[in-house]
């Protein structure tokens, strides 16, 4: 039985996010009417595909230019952040910033599941502790991490505290600073600054420049909305 768990985790894994996402999506409809239940789950497919094709994509593309050569079948978190919403942009032609903000909502249960998972299997650990048997409790932080990342979006998200579209950048920002500051505890076999640092920093970056891109064009809409009710 632990077997067939171990060995089919990842479809468990991706399962459990699909179930969880649907309400979540539900929950960000603008009104009551748009919580329906076949659109959110067709939604949720859409958001799943998606997320688990980046996730290899991007991983295969760490491999390829880390001079491993191309891998299937591995996983990289990055592509969640990277890779996701180009295609979502390329997919989504309609209600893109409530789509995305959907999206952000969305992943944050299946991410948490997926760390799960590889406290299950034994993966991503961190290092040992100096002068101690214990190691970084990384995995877990990231857990936590995620938790607490849905927790503040969905109250965000009821009273209104951030703007339409603005989720999505807001988990780049917050992700980017936290796994860049979590790797340098991660046993990942190479040195004190690697790889994964970089797509952090490069994470934080867009995410920022989304942001601020997002609030110039809503305040430059709040600014001409004023000068015409006085015309």
Not at 118 to 123: S, T, V
Not at 168 to 177: E, K, N
Request: charged share 20%.
């Amino acid at each position: 039985m632990y077997e067939l768990i171990s060995n089919n985790s990842i479809y468990l894994a991706v399962l459990a996010g699909l179930i969880a996402g649907v309400p979540l999506i539900m929950s960000v409809e603008k009104t009551a009417s748009d919580r329906r239940l076949l659109p959110s789950v067709l939604l949720a497919v859409l958001f799943s595909a998606v997320s688990v094709f980046s996730v290899l994509l991007f991983a295969s593309f760490e491999k390829l230019i880390s001079g491993g050569g191309l891998s299937i079948g591995a996983v990289s978190t990055y592509g969640v952040y990277l890779i996701a919403p180009l295609i979502l942009l390329l997919v989504i032609r309609k209600d893109r910033a409530l789509r995305f903000d959907q999206f952000a909502i969305f992943v944050l249960p299946s991410l948490f599941l997926q760390r799960i998972r590889c406290l299950f299997i034994g993966c991503c650990y961190g290092k040992t502790i100096h002068g101690m048997e214990m190691r970084w409790p990384t995995r877990e932080a990231e857990l936590v991490f995620y938790a607490v990342m849905l927790i503040l979006f969905l109250y965000l998200e009821k009273k209104g505290k951030v703007k339409e579209g603005g989720l999505f950048p807001l988990l780049m920002i917050c992700y980017g600073a936290f796994r860049f500051i979590v790797e340098f505890f991660r046993d990942n076999g190479s040195g004190l600054f690697h790889l994964a640092h970089i797509w952090s920093i490069i994470a934080l970056i867009i995410g920022v420049c989304l942001y601020t891109e997002l609030s110039a064009a809503r305040a430059g809409g709040k600014k001409v909305t004023k000068k015409r009710g006085k015309k």
